[in-house]
Every structure is written in structure tokens, then in C-alpha cells.
């Protein structure tokens, strides 16, 4: 089985815990600039984490990824889930990652992006549209890398960036590439 079947077979049940939502934090706080710290997926306080974000990812409307930066925790996990999303192609269901990093980048196109933690505002931002990504899934020692493209590929980069401290207004190519959101989620 490749790891990217790993990753897709996985579900937030493989956890063992029920997620908690929590309330996610707004710009300009401090733990969004800042670089997360690396965990170990095996512990318990990271496995309720990754529980958590997904909890608060599903309740959240409109919203596809969430580091744990957006909630206040300087750790390095985030979830996403771009299944049903329309600019979605390859998709791996929901799925938590811990320590990630993007391996591979390439075909770069600008698109709109948003975030929970800059709900106001939206912007254009180019990013790579095939991405191969190395992680670990929360509760296993185990690395996995999710090869995806399109939206999927986008929504990682946008939440592996969050957990290097940076936002989606970091990344665009000025003041001319931000809008106000037009609809509120």
C-alpha cells in the first residue's frame, strides 16, 4: 500500500478520542508569525490536538485546512479536507499531518485564497500546483508523503505555511492582490 493510500484511508476515528472545537485565533496574534514547534505524533497531547482540528475544521463553514497556530498552539499539525471542494481533483479524504514539509513543487498558478484567521480579507496567491509533502500521521511514528495537485495541493501549502508562521497575506504580490471577502462563510 502507498503511503499516499495510508493517508487516505485514514479518519479522525483512527484517533481514538473525541475532538473538542476550539476557537480560533485572529491577526495579528503572535503565534500566527511565528514558526511552530516539531512534535511527536505519538503523544497524547498532539493525537487530541489533531482530534481537535478536526473537530473545529467541520463546524467551521466553507473551511477546507486548519493549523494549530489558527488555534492559539504553537505546534507543528494541521488537518485538511478538500473532498467536495469544486476546484478539487485529487483529494485524500480528511487527514492530520504533524512535522511536514513540501518536498517537491512544481507548475505554479495564482489563485484566491482565504483564511479562518484573516476572515475579512481574501487574496491572490501563487502557489504550486502539483506538490509532494512528507509528514507524519498523529498516533503513528510513521513518516507518509501525499503526492496531490490542484486545490488539495493548494491547501497544504497554505497550512504548512501556517506552521512556519506565515499567512496567505505573506505570500501575495502586493497590495493590488488583496480583497475584502465579498461572502461571509
Aim: contains cysteine.
Amino acid at each position: 500500500m502507498s503511503t499516499s493510500d495510508v493517508v487516505r484511508d485514514w479518519s479522525e476515528a483512527d484517533l481514538g478520542v473525541d475532538g473538542r472545537v476550539l476557537e480560533v485565533v485572529r491577526a495579528p496574534a503572535g503565534v500566527l508569525s511565528a514558526a511552530s514547534v516539531k512534535v511527536d505524533p505519538m503523544d497524547s497531547a498532539v493525537v487530541q490536538l489533531a482530534a481537535d482540528l478536526v473537530a473545529t475544521m467541520r463546524v467551521s463553514p466553507g473551511c477546507v485546512g486548519l493549523a494549530a497556530s489558527q488555534v492559539g498552539i504553537g505546534l507543528h499539525v494541521f488537518c485538511v479536507d478538500v473532498v467536495g471542494h469544486p476546484k478539487a481533483r485529487t483529494t485524500h479524504g480528511t487527514f492530520a499531518l504533524c512535522n511536514a514539509r513540501v518536498v517537491e513543487a512544481s507548475r505554479k498558478e495564482k489563485g484566491r485564497e482565504g483564511c479562518m484567521s484573516v476572515p475579512d480579507l481574501t487574496g491572490d496567491v501563487k502557489r504550486a500546483t502539483r506538490l509532494t509533502v512528507v509528514g507524519q500521521l498523529p498516533g503513528s511514528a510513521e513518516e507518509v508523503t501525499v503526492e496531490t495537485d490542484a486545490f488539495e495541493a493548494r491547501a497544504l501549502q497554505h497550512e504548512v505555511d501556517h506552521c512556519e508562521g506565515f499567512l496567505f497575506l505573506d505570500r501575495v504580490a502586493g497590495a493590488h492582490a488583496i480583497f475584502p471577502r465579498k461572502t461571509y462563510l
